[in-house]
């Protein structure tokens, strides 16, 4: 359904997106991850046909963004980040004069109308004032708009930016609906949200991705490099140094103050080193009083891909 081919676009010396090459397929639910920065609002402008590309090609059900924008705005719904609506004007008033520009016939209308209303939770505010209502009602409008038209693809950016965590349940229930039906791009912060959500996740740091794949197996390559943490009662330097030489340990890093420390134990692959850092411990006469597996997830994922000054960024390298 989508297709971007060596994309890349540039403000002056900077570039934004730099020959970023990716596909979603139809029904599939994308979602897109990274820093402020990272690219991620750029890419979606220019999906949505308001912005154009400096380089690269950009297909949305084989229509090429640049060359037939027309077309692919009829076939794509678009949420940005900051919301541009009219205050004066009541919801469904506004609604309806969206779907118009969109347009939707008379009949159409009333149907579209009615049925963005129902999904985006706004039953009952058709008549408030949209100066009136909270950020959280305003996002709602602004989804029910993107919806009006029933298009092929949803580009969403960051959509539950401003809602309390009632509203933000319920928004993810309906994203999470709307697979199959539509193709979504969600670009979030949160990534609890991109883990219960999307099918696919796309990391993007500095312009480039660095990261593409489903949640589950991110999460698995990143369990393939496993964390041993110990607490433990020596002298820190001489507790690094015998950690640094159990084989298999990749990387040490210690923290606190006193005589206990905090150990991080990066170790080259998934052997549980466990027994071994117990003996080399026990072996220098010193106490241990924790030693434990780390759980990884994609927020691990997600700061070592886009942390450059982590230790674990910085021991590791990533092959996608």
């Known amino acids: 359904m989508i297709q971007v081919e060596h994309l890349t676009r540039r403000f002056g010396r900077t570039t934004a997106v730099d020959n970023v090459s990716f596909r979603v397929a139809r029904g599939e639910i994308l979602g897109f991850l990274g820093p402020n920065g990272a690219g991620k609002t750029t890419t979606l402008r220019i999906l949505a046909c308001a912005l154009a590309p400096t380089g690269g ?29 009219y205050p004066d004007m009541r919801v469904g008033e506004y609604l309806r004069y969206r779907g118009r520009l969109k347009g939707l016939g008379r009949r159409a209308l009333r149907i579209r109308v009615a ?11 058709e008549r408030q004032m949209i100066g009136r209502l909270s950020r959280g009602y305003r996002q709602r409008v602004g989804l029910a708009d993107a919806l009006l038209h029933d298009p092929a693809v949803l580009l969403l950016d960051e959509p539950t930016i401003g ?19 539509h193709t979504v791009i969600l670009s979030s912060h949160l990534l609890p949200e991109v883990e219960t959500v999307c099918q696919r996740v796309l990391i993007m740091n500095r312009g480039a991705i660095v990261a593409c794949d489903t949640p589950e197996t991110l999460a698995a390559r990143m369990k393939a490099r496993a964390e041993l943490r110990a607490e433990i ?49 026990a072996g220098q006469g010193w106490t241990l009083r924790e030693l434990r597996t780390v759980r990884r997830n994609l927020e691990d994922v997600f700061m070592a891909l886009t942390e450059t000054d982590a230790p674990e960024a910085r021991a590791e390298t990533w092959r996608f």
């Not at 049925?115 to 009952?124: E, K, M, N, S």
């Open 233 to 281: 009662r020596g002298p820190r330097e001489a507790v690094t140094d015998v950690l640094r030489r159990v084989p298999g340990v990749a990387h040490v890093s210690g923290t606190g103050d006193g005589e206990w420390g905090q150990y991080a134990c990066l170790c080259e692959d998934a052997e549980d080193l466990r027994e071994a850092v117990f003996r080399a411990v």
């Open 115 to 125: 049925d963005a209303v129902t999904r985006c939770g706004l039953a009952g505010a």
């Open 57 to 85: 090609r950009v297909y949305v059900n084989g229509l090429d963004v640049f060359t037939q924008s027309l077309a692919v705005r009829r076939r794509v719904g678009y949420l940005p980040e900051n919301l541009a609506l």
């Open 163 to 181: 809602l309390d965590p009632y509203q933000i349940r319920e928004t993810r229930r309906l994203i999470a609906g709307l697979g199959g039906r």
